[in-house]
């Protein structure tokens, strides 16, 4: 029994194994930071669970043992390798997946053994559904094991109640091989009837891959190594609209960082521009489904739930100039329209919920509202009128007269010019000294600067900043450069953290919007090694959701879609520049 690999190999200790459309994956990373022994069944509808628990198990010599395997995966086909045989696993839809095995049997089991009136998961053998099946508390959704081929070998705690073990081991027949199907359902659904052979379905996906690839990335090279795996994390990490989610989205992530917070999803948007449009469309727009009637977005969205303690930073004007330019047909009228719509509204938000009374710049009401959670701008107070929230107000307000120029709202067009340019104005009386950008507390007054490179971040001003400025920014931002890319603490600073998310590594959406500011004003040379240097960190430690400065090494979540698409951004334009 033989199965070709798709696509690069990865660690499913790093990034799930998954398809696009799925609202599961196959990982052993059952929680936060938390990593179980055998691969699970991790569903992302009503949070992050761990339903069902995969285990490779000893035919030959002790039957029922667990076998010690290597897992092997690519994009396309996951398999489990011991001595005496194998077994792979790949998916024939969205919410289903086949297995099948030569040499070894697989025991499918429920992830924990209490059940109570209100947790676990229960076990039951359906005959009108020719299948076993598990029903989870914690999903509110049905997981169905259907025996293509083979033996059962044991079937634990049907109809068991309190603490058991549950679930099926399935065998080898005469044949000496076994195969399984394992569908995800809501109540009911017709027995499961095979789509094709197991080779046809990992062929299958590895069309659908490949299709994903040439699409988003047809500029890779050996230049670009990391571009297949990155549009992978990409890809894998898309589920098809249920629940609160309205669209095909791209969660951050199939770890625990399942939700699409409302700056992320533009960095998503961008690298899905040229290649595919529609689903860049989609991601721009999903979380203004669910503006709320003052105009804010919401800070999250996920299967369940939306939260609207927070909100994130007005980049959406500049997300969207940048999306409608590498669309590779410009938006309609329509699109425009609900566009300007939405971003008017976005934008009316921030100039009256978030300025006080009199007041020409908007506010932040907690680290949390600027996704830069625990920088150290916030140190001395967390309700702070700051540069980087003035900056990106001005680059939305320039969209909003250019979205109303070509609407045909000449009125529009010049208001939106010039409140542009009065909170242009007033972020250089107020905030700048001549020699930096500092930070205003909301209450008092007082004025501070720090080390973090937030108060930086006014270069995404780019072409629309005195020159003057944009040098003195530039030369502070050199100072952020470790031989892996922008700390975003100065790495002198007493309050550097080498793990402390906002307070030293470094993260994508900052490098993104440094290097498109840099570039437009003028700095190509720097903004050309802010590019390399994130690059090569991408190529050499993935697709983390932040990195060590000092080191480069990966920290949390290592299988994030806002760094690989932001390694897929980079590389494009790189590439583009090149020739390529």
Same mark, same amino acid.
């Given at each position: 029994?033989? @199965? ?11 990034i799930p194994f998954?398809t ?7 990982s ?7 990593? @179980?022994?055998?691969?699970?069944? %991790? ?5 992050m ?5 995969l ?7 002790e ?6 395997t290597?897992v ?8 489990w ?6 077994i ?5 839809s969205?919410?289903a #997946? ?13 992830a924990?053994q209490a059940l109570?009136p209100?947790?676990? /998961? ?5 005959p009108a559904?020719?299948g076993?099946?598990f ?5 509110g ?5 259907? %025996? ?12 068991a109640?309190?603490? =058991? ?5 399935? /065998?080898?027949?005469a ?9 995800e359902?809501?109540?009911a659904?017709?027995?499961y ?7 046809d379905i990992?062929?299958s996906a590895?069309?659908?891959f490949?299709?994903f ?9 050996s230049?670009t ?7 992978y994390? #990409?890809?894998?990490?898309t589920?098809?609209p249920?629940?609160? #989610?309205?669209?095909p ?19 998503n ?8 449009p529609?689903?860049?469309l ?5 979380p203004?489904d669910h &503006? ?9 969205? /996920?299967? +369940?739930?939306?939260?609207?303690n927070f909100v994130?930073?007005?980049i959406?004007?500049? @997300?969207?100039?940048q ?8 938006p309609? &009228?329509?699109q425009l329209?609900? @566009?300007?719509?939405r ?14 009374p009199?007041?020409e710049? =908007? ?6 509202? +600027? ?9 001395p ?8 929230l ?6 939305q307000?320039?969209?909003l007269?250019?979205?109303? *120029?070509?609407?045909?709202? *000449? ?8 409140a542009a340019?009065e ?7 107020q ?6 950008? %500092?930070?205003r507390g909301v ?8 080390a ?12 629309h900043?005195?020159? *003057?400025?944009?040098?003195? !920014?530039?030369d502070h ?14 790495? /002198?600073?007493?309050?550097y953290?080498a ?17 498109d500011? !840099? ?6 040379r720097l903004?050309?090694? %802010?590019?390399?240097?994130?690059r090569a !960190?991408?190529?050499?430690h ?16 290592r299988?994030y879609?806002w ?8 590389a ?9």
């Open positions: 029994m033989t @199965a070709a690999p798709s696509g690069p190999a990865f660690s499913v200790h790093d998954s696009y459309g799925s609202w599961f994956d196959i052993p990373v059952v929680a936060e930071k938390t990593y @179980a022994e055998d691969l699970h069944l %991790v569903s992302h509808q009503n949070g669970h761990g339903v069902l628990r285990v490779p198990l000893n035919t030959t010599v039957e029922g043992d667990r076998a010690e290597r092997e995966a690519a994009p396309g086909l996951l398999s390798i011991g001595e005496s045989g194998r792979d696993l790949a998916y024939e969205p919410d #997946v086949r297995l099948r095995g030569s040499g070894l049997g697989i025991g499918v089991f429920a924990a109570t209100f947790s676990g /998961t229960y076990f039951f053998h359906d559904a020719d076993h099946v029903t989870s508390y914690e999903t959704r049905r997981y169905r094991v259907t %025996v293509l081929s083979g033996t059962l070998a044991e079937v634990a705690g049907a109809q109640l309190g603490s =058991a073990d549950r679930g099926v081991a399935v /065998t080898a027949d044949d000496g091989a076994w195969e399984i199907a394992v569908d359902l809501d109540t659904r017709p027995p009837v095979s789509s094709g052979t197991f080779d990992v062929e590895r069309r659908a490949a299709d690839v040439d699409a988003v990335a047809p500029w890779r090279s230049a190594p990391a571009a297949e795996l990155a549009a994390v #990409v890809w894998s990490a589920v098809r249920a629940g609160l #989610v309205t669209r989205a791209v969660l951050m992530s199939k770890h625990w960082m399942d939700k699409v917070w409302s700056w992320d999803h533009c960095f948007a961008l690298a899905l521009a040229s290649g595919c529609e689903l860049a989609d991601q721009f727009a999903l203004f &503006q709320d009637a003052g105009g804010a977005l919401p800070d999250s969205v /996920t299967h +369940s739930e939306v939260l609207y994130k930073p007005p959406h004007g500049w @997300a969207f100039g999306l409608r330019r590498l669309l590779p047909t410009p309609g &009228q329509d329209a609900q @566009a300007y719509a971003l008017e509204r976005w934008t009316a938000f921030w100039l009256t919920a978030r300025r006080a009199g007041a710049l =908007a506010y932040y009401q907690h680290g949390n509202d +600027s996704g830069w959670d625990n920088a150290t701008t916030f140190d107070e967390r309700m702070v009128v700051t540069a980087d003035a900056a990106f107000l001005v680059l307000l320039r969209e007269a250019e979205l109303a *120029e070509e609407l045909g709202k *000449e009125d529009a067009a010049r208001r939106w010019t010039a340019e909170t242009q104005s007033a972020l250089l009386d905030l700048w000294t001549g020699e930096r950008f %500092v930070a209450v008092g007054g007082d004025t501070w600067s720090s973090s490179l937030l108060d930086l971040m006014p270069i995404a001003l780019g072409e900043l005195p020159g *003057e400025i944009s040098s003195a !920014l530039a931002i050199k100072a952020h450069l470790t031989p892996y890319g922008l700390a975003t603490e100065l790495t /002198t600073s007493p309050h953290l793990d402390g998310y906002w307070r030293g590594p470094i993260w994508a959406p900052a490098t993104v919007l440094v290097e500011g !840099l570039r437009r004003a003028g700095h190509h903004a050309d090694d %802010v590019s390399a240097r994130f !960190l991408c190529e050499t993935g697709f983390a959701e932040n990195f060590d400065a000092l080191t480069g090494t990966g920290l949390r979540d299988a879609t760094t690989a698409s932001s390694y897929l951004l980079l494009a334009a790189h590439a583009h520049r090149d020739g390529h």
